[in-house]
């Protein structure tokens, strides 16, 4: 019986004892979270700020955490003096429509790799091997090539070479999202009368459609985000708003503080808006593509 007793109070402290160090574990993985979320979101938060503060809060001390009174007045001066309503309205429809004509030419050459075995397992391969090329190797010769061609400056010259730099990653996604898909509906779509074309378009599509939103959404994001190609194929009229982000930086002393943080805030709220718009599709769409090869 003592033994017994014994035994049972042994249990009853080890289970304690697993109980107190559960809840440590829980309280460091959130504090761990924590930490993590002020130091990737705690810069963002002080630029969303800064763009609302009055010049005279920059160089306030104590810092000023939360203007007392926000104004939009540094946005309105990025729009009117900054030539920012140009830029932002570039660098929207250049993503825009590089997303879609991305969009449009991977998908055929996805289809054909996926069903057909299209260029065999090299041409994957070779897709693949292109995304890992830098882009600073490139920008020479494109450069060249395009002064040659006098098409600097051309807002279909960016989005066609924004477009062939991003193909290789769509491709790579859309072949293992339509591998995945059943062969058979496809089949009896076609039994059904419908053309291979018509199969791809009012069947495959609609079923895939959140694999293709995972690729609209990398597309949009990267040409979006892209300023290498952005500053060198650039003219005054097709700048982008990366290219505006950092022409605020060489200021010095006389940087416009406040027009350079709304400037960060207009270059990052587009992408969380279509992530945001996005999202419901996002984890399908990646859990649907990383199922099986």
Not at 116 to 137: D, T
Not at 212 to 230: D, G, K, P, Q
């Amino acid at each position: 019986m003592a033994i017994a007793l014994e035994r049972s109070a042994v249990g009853a402290r080890r289970a304690k004892r697993h109980r107190v160090w559960q809840r440590v574990g829980h309280v460091m993985t959130y504090l761990g979270l924590f930490a993590a979320l002020v130091f990737f979101l705690g810069p963002f938060f002080w630029i969303v700020t800064t763009s609302l503060k009055g010049n005279e809060d920059f160089f306030a001390f104590p810092p000023v955490w939360i203007p007392a009174e926000p104004s939009l007045k540094h946005y309105v001066a990025l729009f009117t003096r900054s030539s920012g309503a140009r830029y932002f309205m570039n660098s929207l429809v250049l993503s825009t429509l590089s997303m879609i004509s991305a969009l449009v030419v991977s998908l055929p050459t996805a289809y054909s790799i996926a069903r057909w075995r299209f260029g065999g397992g090299l041409l994957s391969i070779f897709l693949l091997v292109l995304r890992m090329l830098p882009a600073i190797a490139l920008i020479i010769p494109i450069y060249i090539v395009y002064k040659l061609l006098g098409i600097t400056n051309n807002y279909l010259a960016l989005i066609v070479i924004y477009t062939v730099l991003y193909i290789p990653f769509a491709v790579w996604l859309l072949v293992g999202f339509l591998r995945d898909f059943p062969v058979e509906i496809e089949e009896a779509a076609m039994i059904d009368g419908c053309s291979r074309l018509r199969a791809l378009v009012q069947v495959v599509v609609p079923i895939i459609a959140p694999g293709m939103a995972v690729v609209a959404l990398f597309a949009f994001i990267a040409t979006w985000n892209e300023f290498l190609f952005a500053i060198v194929l650039t003219g005054i009229e097709t700048k982008t708003m990366m290219v505006l982000v950092t022409s605020f930086t060489s200021g010095g002393t006389d940087m416009f503080y406040g027009e350079a943080s709304a400037s960060v805030v207009l270059g990052v709220l587009p992408a969380f808006a279509v992530a945001f718009m996005l999202q419901r599709y996002l984890v399908k769409g990646l859990a649907l593509g990383g199922t099986k090869g």
